[in-house]
Structures are given as C-alpha cells and as structure tokens.
C-alpha cells in the first residue's frame, strides 16, 4: 500500500507545480476568504506579498468576500464594551482580538465613542475640563491622537505638495445638535447626521456648507450610508417600521435627483416570520432607535429601549437578531428616558494592511515555498 502513495519529494514538486503558476495561485488567493488570510500569506515570500498586495486582486477580492462585520461596542452603565458576533474560526481570533483591546482601552471609566469605520474608532474622554480625541485601532495595534476643528479646513494635493486651506464655515439652528455621524466623501461631499431636520453636507471642492432635505416622513430617528460612491442611503424607524432611501449624488449639483424609497417592512413581522417568538410586549410610544447602519445598507442596527435589547437586522435577507440586552436592573432608566443604548459597528479593515517585508523568513523544507 505505502507504494501506492506519493513520496514526500513527489507531493512537494506538486505543490510547487501548482503555485508556480501565476494565474492558477492567484486563483487560490481570491479563494481564501478572508483579508486576514492574504496579510498571513503575504509573509510567506516576496512573490507572495506581490501578488496578494496586486490592487487588480484585491478588487477581485473585495467583490468576491465584502469586509465582514466583527462584532460592535455598545455603552453600558456609561461605559462601552466590545460585543462578539458569531464567527467562522477564521475570524474568531480576530474578534477575540479586538474585544481584548477595546475594552482594555474603554476600562471602568473609559472614553466614548464618537464615530466607527473600518476597523478604527474615535473616541473622546473629558479629563482636566479639556476633551481628549483619540484613535483606536485594535487590528492594527496602532492608537493617536486626531484634533477637533469647530469650522471645516480643506487642503487640496497637488504636485508641489497640500496647498493653502480653504475655510468653510455656515449657521446652524442649533449647533449642540450635531450628532458624530460623518460619511467618507461620496463624489466630493461629505454628510453629517444632525438632529435638527435636514442633512448637512460639505463640498470639499468649493469648500462650501450645503443643507440635504429629508425624505418626506422622515423625523430624526435615521442614521446615513454610503451607496458604492453613487450616493448616500437613508435608514429611518418609525414605530418598528423601518424604511430605506436612496439618494443619488449628481457630479455637478448637491444631489438634487432626491430621494428614492427602496425598502420597506416591519422588524416585528420579520423577527416573527422567522420562528422567534417576539417576547417584548410593546406599548404605547414604542420605538426602536436607528443607532449604526452598514455601507450599502447591508445591515442596521437597533436598539429597544425600553427593554435595553440591541438587535442586528441584515436588511437584504431581512433577518432580524437579538444581539446584546440589558442587564434587567437597568431597564428602569430606559422606561423614564434616561438612557440609551449607543451601538458603533466593528468592521474588518480594508484594504488589508500589508507589514512591509525586510528579508525572507523561510524554512529551506517548506514545500510551499518558491
């Protein structure tokens, strides 16, 4: 029987058949899966790290295995902790990873968090009667400071280095009211959630202040999306009735096509329709609170109040989940309106972050190696 099987020297030729192909091991990296499986075979070799690094690969890849979601921080008694999705055991240590360095970091009196993406967190700790801004970014073992501007500065890169900054300043009914929600910039703009009505945006290039109505119906309990660089999405609960907008940017306007509903539908009957037994007995003046909603509109998540549950509902499938709740001695403060759940998502990072690459590491004997 033993002659029957491949001797050792065979299945390494083998081995190194397969990856000296360059199309067929480029195949075998966009079957990977995760990020994290690129970054682990970017340190085998040079070869490797250029090929897994290859921007044309890494767009496949994004395509084929979007960033996942890890997990979320949610506050507690005024203080935030880390929450663990259930995981593949690929991902399961990265999830371990970032629990142990964000609660670590939010500790017993910990800073809050003021925006989440990709990976990182900004977070702010009142100390000395001075606020304290800093970021964390647990899968990147990396932590800074970033400064805090009242007005908006635009620099613009050009061959001879960052010009001089443009200063855009505007008038708001209430400026107490900004909520920390800020989008990456789509076509130029970037767009805030506030508490006052409307939208406010930012046209980096004319370095200007704009106002983004709301879609008709829609009150303050909404969070925004970015849509692929094509727009910006809406997510709004009325009651447990949620309802998805889109908004597509115009290159050459504010974004004046205005609003398309997309989605709509009830998290109750969603929840229900997929055998859970909604066990909460709601009551007059109920709501669930919009509270983070993932790019594209993939997934939002939901806090209920009154009974202190965070739920995650995948907006495509329409799957609904009970994700964290309350320890039940608190749900006293949620009735009277004393307290809210904050609920900041924890995405993988992406693009993944290659270590660079000082000399080879490789064991002579590993078959994989070329």
Same mark, same amino acid.
């Given at each position: ?13 083998? =081995? ?16 990977? /899966?995760?990020?994290?499986?690129? $970054? ?10 250029l090929?897994?690094?290859d ?12 960033p ?5 921080? =949610? ?5 935030? &902790? +880390?929450v &663990?999705?259930? &995981? ?9 990873? !970032? ?6 970091a ?10 989440s ?14 606020v ?14 970033? &400064?805090?501007? $009242?007005?908006?500065?635009?620099y ?17 009914p209430?400026?107490?009211?900004f ?10 703009? $970037?767009?805030?959630v506030t508490?006052f009505g ?10 200007? +202040? ?15 999306s970015?849509?692929?660089?094509? /727009?910006?999405y809406? $997510?709004?609960a009325?009651?447990?009735q949620?309802? !998805? ?33 909604? !066990? ?5 003046g ?6 983070? !909603?993932?790019?594209?509109a ?33 749900? /006293? ?6 307290s ?13 972050? +290659? ?16």
């Open positions: 029987m033993d002659g029957d099987r491949p001797t050792t020297a065979a299945a390494a030729a083998s =081995v190194r058949s397969v990856l000296g192909d360059d199309d067929l091991f480029r195949e075998i990296l966009l079957r990977l /899966g995760f990020p994290n499986c690129l $970054v682990r075979a970017s340190l085998v070799s040079k070869r490797w790290l090929h897994a690094s921007p044309a690969l890494l767009r496949l890849f994004r395509e084929r295995h979007p996942r979601l890890l997990g979320f921080c =949610v506050s507690n008694d005024a203080r935030y &902790q +880390f &663990q999705l259930e &995981q593949s055991p690929e991902l399961a240590a990265l999830s371990r990873r !970032v629990a142990s360095s964000c609660n670590a939010f500790g017993c009196r910990g800073p809050g968090i003021g925006h993406r990709n990976g990182r967190l900004i977070t702010t700790l009142f100390h000395g009667g001075r304290k801004h800093s970021l964390l970014a647990p899968l990147l073992s990396g932590e800074s400071e970033v &400064q805090r501007k $009242v007005r908006a500065e635009v613009v890169l050009g061959s001879g280095g960052w010009g001089f900054p443009a200063t855009a300043m505007t008038e708001v209430n400026p107490a009211a909520l920390t929600k800020m989008l990456p910039p789509v076509r130029g703009k $970037v767009f805030m508490s409307c939208i406010l945006g930012l046209d980096l290039a004319a370095a200007r +202040f704009l106002m983004l109505e709301l879609p008709a119906g829609v009150g303050r309990n909404y969070m925004l970015s849509a692929e660089g094509s /727009g910006i809406l $997510v709004n009325d009651g447990f949620l309802s !998805v907008w889109l908004h597509r940017m115009m290159s050459n306007s504010d974004g004046a096509s205005g609003w398309l509903l997309v989605d709509t539908f009830c998290v109750r009957e969603a929840y229900s329709s997929a055998g859970h037994n909604w !066990v909460w007995m709601p009551q007059d109920d709501f669930l609170g919009v509270d983070a !909603v993932g790019d594209n993939e997934f939002v998540f939901l806090d209920y109040a009154r009974y202190g549950v965070v739920l995650y509902v995948h907006l495509r499938s329409r799957v609904v989940k009970k994700v964290y709740e309350q320890a039940p001695y608190h749900h /006293g403060f949620f009735r009277m309106g004393l809210h759940i904050h609920v900041s998502p924890f995405m993988m990072v992406w693009p993944p972050v +290659f270590p660079a690459k000082k000399r080879d590491t490789i064991k002579s004997n590993d078959p994989t190696v070329l």
